[in-house]
Each structure stands twice: as structure tokens, then as C-alpha cells.
Nanobody, 125 residues
């Protein structure tokens, strides 16, 4: 399966952006899709994840109540709606797929086996 992000860009603090993650290829083994973000010199940080079939969601504490993850199985696309953006949300955002697991609460990036190249999000103060 291949993943490709879009929708990144520049936003002001307090503003909103919506990221998209388009999946192509064989998605039959996908259990969930997650979003991670990374800034230079730091490890990749978990943001949110959603189960592919049931739509169950799980968020990092830092974004819960501000970000919403959703999916459209017909369009094979996962979205990340980001509201009330803060300068510390500035990062490259990646989406990634995870094969079957017993839970959707998967924050460890090592469990995700397919990754998109990322899209830059910059939030100005």
C-alpha cells in the first residue's frame, strides 16, 4: 500500500488546516492509519490514529479536543482536521498504516509499516 499526504501549508495561531492521506494499492491488511509529526532533531511524535473498519479513534493528549481524525473508506482517504493551531504544532506530518493489532491505541511508530513522505505544516504566532 502507498500513502501520500496533502493539505499542509502555513496557518496563523488559532487557525485551522485539514490534512489528507490518500491510500492506494492493496489495503486489505490495514488495521488502522495514524498521523505522526516530526521536527528537526526530534523523534517522530504520535498524533492520532483511526481503525480502518470500525472508525475507532485515539489521540495524543497534546492534540485531543483540537484535532479530529476521520476516514472515508470509499475514497480510501484519512483526514486530520486541525483546529486551534499553535506554533508548537509546526512539523512535518506523516500518515502511516498499521497491520492488524489487538488495539488501535498504537503510539509506537515502529508498529507502522507503510509511510507517506510527509507534508509541512507551519503555524505562525
Amino acid at each position: 500500500v502507498q500513502l501520500e499526504e496533502s493539505g499542509g501549508g502555513l496557518a496563523q495561531a488559532g487557525g485551522s488546516l485539514r490534512l489528507s492521506c490518500a491510500l492506494s494499492g492493496d489495503s486489505s491488511n490495514i488495521f488502522g492509519v495514524g498521523w505522526f509529526r516530526q521536527t528537526p532533531g526530534k523523534e517522530r511524535e504520535f498524533v492520532a490514529t483511526i481503525s480502518w473498519s470500525g472508525g475507532r479513534t485515539y489521540y495524543a493528549d497534546s492534540v485531543e479536543s483540537r484535532f479530529t481524525i476521520s476516514r472515508d473508506n470509499v475514497k480510501n482517504t484519512v483526514y486530520l482536521q486541525m483546529n486551534s493551531l499553535k506554533p508548537e504544532d509546526t512539523a512535518v506530518y506523516h500518515c502511516a498504516s498499521v497491520p492488524p493489532r489487538h488495539t488501535i491505541e498504537i503510539e509506537n511508530s515502529g508498529h507502522y509499516n507503510h509511510w507517506g513522505p510527509g507534508t509541512q505544516v507551519t503555524v505562525s504566532s
